[in-house]
Each structure stands twice: as C-alpha cells, then as structure tokens.
C-alpha cells in the first residue's frame, strides 16, 4: 500500500479552453486533472478503461454514448458505466477530477485512449 499525495493546482486552459494534467499514473490507474472555461468542451473520444469523473468545481454537462448527465454540485460524481465515447462541456469555469481505472493491465504496462 501506498500514500500519494495530489497536487491539483493549476493548469492552463489552452486555445481550445480546456487543459489536462496527468496527476499519478500507476500500473492500473490514472488520474487526470482537468480545467475548463467556460463554454469550454471536450470533443467525444473513444475510451476503453472505465472512469470515474469528479466535479471539484463549476458546472458541467457529460455526454456518454448518446446520454447526458448535468452536474452542478461540487464534489459530485459521474460514473458512465462502461461507455466507450464519452465528452463533456463545461457551463462555467469547471475542475474535474479523472479516476480511470485499467482492467487487466498487466504492472507496468499502459492502457490508453484516444485523447490526451
């Protein structure tokens, strides 16, 4: 077992309005940081580990396989339970949190997806 700690300050918003950090990346976990302006959207990208989205702040619509979840409570968590495309659109200057979880990764290799 082991104790990590996050850092999640800032990360610049690029052109496209939104930027992403990778925070811890280990054998079958990552975590991503993401920053969004308002207005900001993530295009839909196909995904095959599951993932576990964090509101941490703002406002955010996900988009998954043709559903649409809109979060607006801080802290709350969004779940696309297996979806493989997935996006998001932020209404107001968000943070969100990325848990994703790789199945049957083997220490030491990597899962991915189709975007940063």
Same mark, same amino acid.
Request: charged fraction near 15%.
């Given at each position: 077992m082991s104790l990590v700690q996050l850092d999640l300050g800032g990360t610049a918003a690029s052109m496209e309005g939104f930027g992403a950090s990778v925070l811890l990346e280990h054998d079958q976990m990552k975590v991503r940081r993401i920053e969004l302006a308002a207005g900001a959207q993530i295009p839909p990208c196909q995904m095959q580990e599951d993932v576990v989205f964090v509101v941490l702040a703002g406002r955010v619509t996900f988009r998954s396989e043709g559903d649409e979840t809109l979060v607006v409570t801080p802290g709350a968590v969004f779940v696309p339970g297996? @979806?493989?495309?997935? /996006?998001?659109? @932020?209404?107001? @200057? /968000?943070?969100?949190?990325?848990?994703?979880?790789?199945? &049957?990764? @083997? #220490? &030491?290799? /990597?899962?991915? /997806?189709?975007? #940063?």
């Amino acid at each position: 077992m082991s104790l990590v700690q996050l850092d999640l300050g800032g990360t610049a918003a690029s052109m496209e309005g939104f930027g992403a950090s990778v925070l811890l990346e280990h054998d079958q976990m990552k975590v991503r940081r993401i920053e969004l302006a308002a207005g900001a959207q993530i295009p839909p990208c196909q995904m095959q580990e599951d993932v576990v989205f964090v509101v941490l702040a703002g406002r955010v619509t996900f988009r998954s396989e043709g559903d649409e979840t809109l979060v607006v409570t801080p802290g709350a968590v969004f779940v696309p339970g297996g @979806a493989t495309t997935r /996006s998001m659109e @932020a209404h107001e @200057a /968000s943070l969100v949190l990325a848990v994703l979880c790789r199945s &049957g990764v @083997a #220490p &030491g290799e /990597s899962g991915g /997806s189709t975007t #940063p």
